[in-house]
Each structure stands twice: as structure tokens, then as C-alpha cells.
């Protein structure tokens, strides 16, 4: 595999797009976890799916569709939750559905025969072309720059956001700023592991990195890192088992993020025996 | 002297549901004020609306004479325990150090030397200087609230806003937090929302009775009438054996306790 890397292009792409991907993953997939959003990407990424279809309706790159329509859910969610006092899961959920819908209506309008989409749907890294590359790229380095400048003003959104707005920080423009970075996320993501696989790449290896680091720093760090071993680690089972790359990156987060949870498990009652114990020696 | 707070004909609706109703309310500096009432009575409310989190219907809140936007920097503001999430990975210092964060968004963001000297002193005010480095996730209820007031302390305020500030802690931990809040009332005004009218009538320097409306507001004694008309149905005050009065004597009429 190492040999096929250097020898195509496609490798070489796929590689890249897997570490773009595992960095934007890591930064965001903490901030969301701990803000109990991911729900809310989710159906931003679902909603990204009437873009695909409108890209291929009017013949234009159906990423770009994706990317308008992600942003459009992220800033349509956002208001509507601040405004409208609905409960957010019932707006996610229309939201979700209903770029399902407009992507399967306009591919349907289509004249001809319909596009494969399942790299859209389930994501396919190997089919990662130059343009992707360079999207994907622009998007990050926005993504680590806003998280990066603003790092204190998010830090201190994250853990206390009513405390926050009372110290005059412009939480209302935080919020909507993160779901901005949350479907740019998306848009980087949908090549790599697809719409439907996006949530599980955005949570799981944040989940992981959650169980064993104590600081926020040393949390996006592990994330990162968990990211790289999923979507590299992904990227080569596909290869040599000839399956599809979204599946098989997201069953091995998945499976590590099953891992880690049966780990902590044992570590909890292992803690627990012993407290018992001690008493008992007390007493 | 200015009062602290100044609510005027304060209305505050939640959709379709009045959670305030023409609420009338003067803090005078220095005062230690208890907000009692039955939940959803607009306790909470009342404190979010003088903070600016929620957004009023009608009527005006001065504070020290002053709009919210000029004199912001003056408040100080413990939330509801519950509110947060205990798991977020950051320190106790940490906590506290932001509260000195600077309004507005401040891009590449750093604590000044200041900022750290404050964050020490506040500690060592509240006696978490040995738990500096430790997780919020780690402490316990008593800490971690004794926290949320050491990082509102650190803005150096002059009138504290506290939302139930010893719901979920025991009993140790309540009384070293009311010594510390009366001990900050020789300085600043105080206003603590609490659903635990028997303990904060002892405390307090007087009471303001919420139930949509305000129904009293005055010294921390209670006239069972007041209570009456809080709580919708007569509450036996006497019954929990009482470390201190609640209520006056009541020598007129019928009606009175028995």
C-alpha cells in the first residue's frame, strides 16, 4: 500500500483528504460533543443532500451545492432555535428530512439516468479528486483559524455560555459561528465518509478522546489523533479488502470507540471494588 | 445613594405564558436581598431579566442608575449549578481565571499578570487555593459552587446575582457558603434567588416574595397571609422546627398560627 501511494495519484489524494479530514474532525467534533450538538450536525449534513441533487440538476460540482445547502441548515437551525422556541430536535428533524427530500426530488427532475451517488451518501476517499483536495483544504485552514484566534471566547462559550453573555461576549454570534464551522466540517467530510457516515466520524473519535484526557487541549489532540487511526487505519482496510472506505473508517471508530467504552467500564467498577475495600479495611 | 437596582414595571413572557407580571422592584445598595417563591413563580427570571438573559416584554431595569450596556462590568453572576455541565474538562483555576474574561471577542485572547493575582486572591478569599489544579469534574457540590462565586468575585463586582447557590450542596458546605455571603454583603449588595425560604429568612436582609407577581417585598420576617398568597395555600411554618423565626407573633385576630 505504502508503494501505491507514491505511485498514484489517487492514493496520494486519498491520504491527504483522510489527515484534512482527521484534524477539522478532532477540533470540532470535541466542541460539538461537549455542546451536545450532534445531533444538529447531523441533520446538517443530511440537509446537505438537496445540494448534491441541485448540483446535479443544474449541472454545477455537487459539493458546492452541498456547501451552500449545508450553510443554509446551519444558519436556518440556529435562528429557528433562538427565535422560535421550538424544540431543536423537532427542527433538526425536519431539516434532515427535508434535504433528503429535495435531493431525491431534483435527481428525479433530472432528465437521463440517474448519477451514482453513493459517494455522496457513503463516501468514497479513494475518488478524492485535485478539486475536492483543494476545497477541502481552504475549508480547514478557515476552520483551525477561526477556532484558533478565538480560542479563550470559545473555551469559555463551551463551558459556561449564560456566564459568558453576561461578561458581554457575543454568544448568539458564537453560536451560529460554530454551526457555520460545523457544515463547513461536514462539506470536508462528505467525500471521505459520506453524509449518512458523517455524524459517526464527527463524534466518535472526540467520545474516545473524552474517556481518557482530562484537559481540553490534550482532548482535540486525541481526537486528532483517534481520527488519523480511523481514517488512515480505514483507508487501508479498504484498500486490501477491496470494501467500500466510509464503511470501513466508520466501523473502526466504532469498534474503538466500543473498545474504550468496555475499558472504562471495567476501570469504573475496578475503582469502585477498591473504595469498597478500603472501607472494609476502615472499619 | 443610587439603588443598586431599579426594576420598574417589569413584564417577562415566555411564549404564551406570563412569567413576570408589572413587577416593581428597588435593591438599595448594600442590601442583601432573598428572592423566595414557588418554582415557575419567576425567581429565575426575575435574576436572568436584571442580567440581561432573558428578553422583557415591557417595563425598564436600571442598574446602579444606569442601562445594562454601561454598567455590565458592576455585576457579578453564580449561576445554577445545574446549568453547567461538571464534565467539561477544565480546572477550578481555570474557571475562576474567566471571569476575568474581557467583554467582546478578543482574538488571540491572554490573562494578564492582573488577571492571575486576582484569580490567586479570590482563591485563597474562598479557601480553593489547594484545589487549584483540579478538575471541575472532581469537586464536590460545596466546591464547585464556592467556585462559580469565586469566579464572579474576581471582576471585583459590586452587587452579586446568585441563582440558587445552595441547591445540591450539604449542609457543611451550606453554611461556609452563607458565612462567605454575608461576609461579602459588608461590601457589596447581594440579591440570592433560593427556593429555601427557611434558611435564607435567616440570613437576608430582606425578602421579595415572587409568584408571577411580586407579592412582598420588605424585611425577613413573614406574616403567614404573605405566605398565603405565595404559595397559593397555607404552609405550616411551624411544623419543621424552626433553628430561628420565620414569623412574627401574630396577636390579632383569627387566623393566626395555632
Not at chain 1, 181 to 202: K, Q, Y
Not at chain 1, 225 to 242: A, E, I, K, Q, V
Not at chain 2, 42 to 58: D, E, F, N, Q, W
Amino acid at each position: 500500500m505504502i508503494q501505491a501511494i507514491f505511485e498514484y495519484q489517487f492514493m496520494q489524494n486519498a491520504v491527504i483528504a483522510g489527515i484534512l479530514a482527521s484534524i477539522v474532525c478532532g477540533i470540532i467534533g470535541v466542541m460539538i460533543v461537549e455542546k451536545k450538538l450532534v445531533m444538529m450536525s447531523g441533520g446538517i449534513a443530511h440537509t446537505a443532500y438537496g445540494g448534491v441533487g441541485l448540483g446535479y440538476l443544474f449541472s454545477f460540482p455537487p459539493i458546492l451545492g452541498a456547501f451552500f445547502f449545508a450553510v443554509a441548515a446551519a444558519f436556518g437551525i440556529g435562528f429557528i432555535k433562538r427565535k422560535g422556541g421550538t424544540r431543536s430536535d423537532v427542527i433538526i428533524s425536519m431539516f434532515w428530512s427535508l434535504g433528503m427530500a429535495l435531493g431525491i426530488l431534483f435527481i428525479a427532475l433530472r432528465p437521463g439516468y440517474p448519477p451514482d451517488l453513493s459517494s455522496y451518501l457513503f463516501g468514497n476517499i479513494l475518488s478524492v479528486t485535485q478539486a475536492d483536495l483543494w476545497l477541502m483544504v481552504f475549508l480547514a485552514l478557515f476552520v483551525i483559524a477561526i477556532v484558533a484566534i478565538l480560542y479563550q471566547d470559545w473555551k469559555n462559550y463551551l463551558f459556561d455560555e449564560e456566564f459568558a453573555y453576561v461578561m458581554g461576549k457575543p454568544t448568539g454570534w458564537l453560536e451560529y459561528m460554530l454551526l457555520l464551522l460545523v457544515a463547513l466540517t461536514v462539506v470536508v467530510l462528505i467525500r471521505v465518509v459520506g453524509i449518512i457516515l458523517v455524524i459517526s466520524l464527527l463524534a466518535a473519535p472526540a467520545a474516545i478522546a473524552e474517556m481518557i484526557s482530562r484537559t481540553f487541549e490534550k482532548r482535540i489532540l486525541m481526537a486528532v489523533l483517534f481520527g488519523l487511526l480511523t481514517t488512515l487505519g480505514g483507508l487501508t482496510l479498504s484498500y486490501y479488502f477491496n470494501i467500500a472506505s466510509g464503511a470501513s473508517i466508520v466501523m473502526l471508530s466504532a469498534a474503538i470507540y466500543l473498545m474504550f467504552t468496555v475499558r472504562e467500564q471495567i476501570h469504573q467498577h475496578r475503582l469502585k471494588s477498591e473504595m469498597l475495600m478500603q472501607n472494609e479495611q476502615k472499619e | 445613594m443610587v439603588p443598586a437596582v431599579e426594576v420598574r414595571d417589569l413584564s417577562v413572557f415566555y411564549g404564551r405564558n406570563v412569567a413576570l407580571k408589572s413587577v416593581n422592584l428597588t435593591v438599595q445598595q448594600g442590601e442583601y436581598l432573598g428572592i423566595i417563591g414557588p418554582n415557575g413563580g419567576g425567581k429565575s427570571t426575575l435574576l436572568k431579566a436584571i442580567l440581561g438573559l432573558v428578553p422583557t416584554s415591557r417595563g425598564s431595569i436600571r442598574i446602579f442608575g444606569g442601562s445594562l450596556q454601561e454598567n455590565r462590568t458592576l455585576l457579578g453572576f453564580v449561576p445554577q449549578f445545574s446549568a453547567i455541565e461538571r464534565r467539561f474538562p477544565i480546572s477550578l483555576y481555570e474557571v475562576i481565571l474567566s471571569g476575568r474574561m474581557k467583554a467582546g471577542l478578543q482574538v488571540f485572547a491572554r490573562y494578564t499578570l492582573e488577571d492571575h493575582e486576582r484569580t490567586k486572591e479570590a482563591m485563597e478569599q474562598i479557601g480553593l487555593s489547594h484545589l487549584s489544579q483540579r478538575q471541575v469534574s472532581e469537586l464536590s457540590g460545596g466546591e464547585f459552587q464556592r467556585m462559580l462565586i469565586a469566579r464572579a468575585l474576581v471582576s471585583q463586582p459590586k452587587l452579586l446575582l446568585l441563582d440558587e447557590p445552595t441547591a445540591s450542596v450539604d449542609a457543611t458546605a451550606r453554611k461556609q457558603i452563607y458565612e462567605l455571603l454575608a461576609k461579602l454583603n459588608e461590601k457589596i449588595t447581594i440579591i440570592l434567588v433560593s427556593h429555601d425560604m427557611l434558611a435564607i429568612s435567616s440570613q437576608v436582609s430582606s425578602l421579595a416574595c415572587l409568584n408571577s407577581k411580586l407579592v412582598y417585598h420588605g424585611g425577613p420576617e413573614l406574616n403567614d397571609r404573605t405566605v398565603d398568597s405565595l404559595y397559593g395555600c397555607p404552609v405550616d411554618l411551624i411544623a419543621h422546627g424552626l433553628p430561628h423565626r420565620v414569623l412574627r407573633d401574630h396577636t390579632h385576630g383569627p387566623g393566626g398560627i395555632v
